[in-house]
């Protein structure tokens, strides 16, 4: 029997969200309806409440999210009733072009539940990247569902869901950061903090983070940065150049997601060195580059949905560091909310106050 619960929801472009209840359907071949323990709350849930992502009003908010599964429809065998998963918002096909090729991790097929969410007057959610999480139940794709060691805080393995994932991915799998490297990290929020952290894991010889907010310089040093800079202070591109003995990182990601903080990471990197863009642009940006330098610089110039992640893969693992004490997911935990304070939360997110608001259920 379809259940009704409480969820976030963004009525229309820029309207204040609100806890609306929401009917969740029983799961249909393939899909799984998860128990939502934790939430966390991500700048693309802000981008979706002001009609940034798509014009597919009324949104079910909320995608960092972990849970219990309660049931599972037919044909499901990869997760079970109780299991403690992750969910994750790139469920790949395995029959794509690029999953044939050998490389899920760009999926362009990605899977979510087929049926809808709706309001109690029946219209039907979007939920935002085909998770919907800010709900106590929620129905995903089977496939969205990632089983980790239970043993993990539900606080703590939601912001793999989402953001911490795309940071440490950025630094790890997109930027490819190995032992020895010098990294920069262009704005340090959630994503730009995670980046950090994967850096240090990966082995980076310096990890250099750039904000403009010495509050997050602070938190980044914790987390592993062996240099910081606040670019409202001094030029990121001469800081950046001068930590590196002049020549520049190996590997520079841009974690805000504005052309002027990636011109900077193009001309803070190495010759041969690489960029990696995981902040996220809106439409009306552009960029202009000398075409001879992106030519004569050699190297890559990338970008990274989703730290190039595959769940299946990076979530288990990346528990077991946690458990064993090697990636302090806790840190990025500033605070814990009800469903009914999403909206305050967005305003701490948007004056730099919060690395993650998490809401419990
Ligand atoms: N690619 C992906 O898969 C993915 C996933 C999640 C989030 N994102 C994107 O990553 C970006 C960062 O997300 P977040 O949650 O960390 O956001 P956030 O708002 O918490 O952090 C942004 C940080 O950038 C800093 N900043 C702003 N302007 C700057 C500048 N000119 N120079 C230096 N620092 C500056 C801010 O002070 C802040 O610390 C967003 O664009 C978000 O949409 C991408
Ligand atoms: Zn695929
Ligand atoms: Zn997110």
Redesign the pocket.
């Known amino acids: 029997m379809a259940q009704q619960v409480r969820g976030v929801v963004a009525a229309g472009r820029g309207e204040a969200v609100r806890i609306e209840t929401v009917t969740v359907p029983d799961p249909g071949p393939g899909e799984a309806v998860v128990k939502v323990e934790a939430c966390g709350v991500?700048?693309?849930d802000l981008?979706y409440r002001d009609g940034g992502i798509s014009d597919e009003f009324p949104f079910l908010l909320g995608h960092e999210a972990a849970g219990t599964v309660e049931s599972v429809g037919e044909g499901v065998t990869e997760v079970a009733p109780g299991d403690f998963v992750i969910l994750n918002w790139r469920a790949v096909c395995g029959q794509c072009r690029s999953c044939r090729r050998g490389r899920p991790w760009y999926c362009f097929d990605t899977r979510n539940a087929g049926q809808r969410m709706t309001l109690a007057d029946g219209t039907e959610l979007t939920p935002a990247l085909g998770i919907g999480a800010f709900a106590e139940k929620t129905l995903v794709a089977a496939g969205q569902c990632t089983k980790v060691d239970p043993a993990a805080s539900p606080l703590a393995a939601g912001l793999l869901g989402?953001?911490v994932m795309?940071?440490l991915g950025a630094a790890v799998n997109t930027g490819g950061v190995s032992r020895g490297d010098s990294v920069a990290v262009?704005?340090?929020?959630?994503?730009?903090h995670a980046a950090v952290m994967g850096s240090r894991l990966a082995g980076a010889a310096r990890t250099i983070a750039?904000?403009?907010?010495d509050r997050?310089l602070t938190t980044a040093r914790r987390l592993g940065a062996t240099h910081t800079v606040n670019?409202r202070e001094r030029d990121?591109v001469a800081a950046i150049r001068e930590l590196t003995g002049g020549s520049g990182a190996d590997v520079v990601i841009e974690?805000?997601?504005?052309p002027?903080?990636y011109r900077q990471a193009f001309h803070a990197r190495d010759l041969a060195g690489t960029v990696v863009l995981?902040?996220?642009p809106t439409s009306e940006m552009t960029l202009e580059l000398p075409l001879l330098d992106v030519f004569g610089r050699g190297g890559a110039l990338k970008s990274?949905?989703?730290?190039d992640c595959l769940p299946s893969r990076d979530f288990p693992m990346l528990i077991d560091l946690y458990l064993q004490g090697r990636l302090d997911l806790d840190a990025f935990v500033t605070e814990t909310i009800p469903p009914t304070d999403v909206e305050a939360a967005f305003a701490r997110?948007h004056n730099?106050d919060v690395?993650r608001s998490v809401v419990v259920f």
Do not use: F, P, Q
């Open positions: 991500c700048h693309t981008h989402c953001g795309a940071g262009i704005g340090c929020g959630g994503v730009g750039v904000d403009l907010d997050k670019s990121a974690a805000v997601g504005r002027e903080t995981v902040g996220v990274s949905w989703y730290g997110m730099g690395l």
